[in-house]
Antibody, heavy 126, light 107 residues
Framework: QVQLVQSGAEVKKPGASVKVSCKASGYTFTSYYMHWVRQAPGQGLEWMGIINPSGGSTSYAQKFQGRVTMTRDTSTSTVYMELSSLRSEDTAVYYC???????????????????WGQGTLVTVSS | DIQMTQSPSSLSASVGDRVTITCRASQSISSYLNWYQQKPGKAPKLLIYAASSLQSGVPSRFSGSGSGTDFTLTISSLQPEDFATYYCQQSYSTSCTFGQGTKLEIK
């Protein structure tokens, strides 16, 4: 079955960087875009960006431009999200989610997120 | 960015009730609207995509409707496992945005 498995929880100090991984299985890795979404404690969902696992192209939410880098390793069907210059407000659960659609490129609408990874808690604290 | 506003923010209901959650977009998004269910400590789960299409495996008591700027998620007869938080999401633009969530609680 289609599955996304993320790396474990992280604790980081302000100013540091964190790199979260998301390993895909059960489908052709390069055929679906991958998105990253985060959720601060008790808050809603916030889209961070998208990566094309085939060519590696990315697009980031303006809020995270300059601080986030998304990469992929096709040999292991894994995508990565690295966030730098961490601050306390970055404490959140970070999710990867596969972009799905009815056909064609799932970069353009309509698309939806299915499935999601289990989430990775990143805690930023001094 | 397109703003998504859900109402109500929270809702108390009983098993067997019919419940409707609304989602309004700040501009027309055609039918590019998805609904997710999230339970505490779990990742969101897709319920409805493209405004009204039921995701495979999701019970038929869930339904979605709407187009343009106004959308609804309806649960026809609440079951105990339906108490959760529900989010709408617009995918009109690749930089998608979510509503703030509606927490459905047991009355």
């Amino acid at each position: 079955q289609v599955q996304l498995v993320q790396s474990g929880a992280e604790v980081k100090k302000p100013g540091a960087s964190v790199k979260v991984s998301c390993k895909a299985s059960g489908y052709t890795f390069t055929s679906y875009y991958m998105h990253w979404v985060r959720q601060a404690p008790g808050q809603g969902l916030e889209w961070m960006g998208i990566i094309n696992p085939s060519g590696g192209s990315t697009s980031y939410a303006q809020k995270f431009q300059g601080r986030v880098t998304m990469t992929r390793d096709t040999s292991t069907s894994t995508v990565y999200m690295e966030l730098s210059s961490l601050r306390s407000e970055d404490t959140a659960v970070y999710y990867c989610a596969r972009g799905d659609c009815s056909g064609g490129s799932c970069y353009f609408p309509p698309f939806w997120f299915d499935p999601w990874g289990q989430g990775t808690l990143v805690t930023v604290s001094s | 960015d397109i703003q998504m506003t859900q109402s109500p923010s929270s809702l108390s209901a009983s098993v067997g009730d019919r419940v409707t959650i609304t989602c309004r977009a700040s501009q027309s998004i055609s039918s590019y609207l998805n609904w997710y269910q999230q339970k505490p400590g779990k990742a969101p789960k897709l319920l409805i995509y493209a405004a009204s299409s039921l995701q495979s495996g999701v019970p038929s008591r869930f339904s979605g409707s709407g187009s343009g700027t106004d959308f609804t998620l309806t649960i026809s007869s609440l079951q105990p496992e339906d108490f959760a938080t529900y989010y709408c999401q617009q995918s009109y633009s690749t930089s998608c945005t979510f509503g703030q969530g509606t927490k459905l609680e047991i009355k």
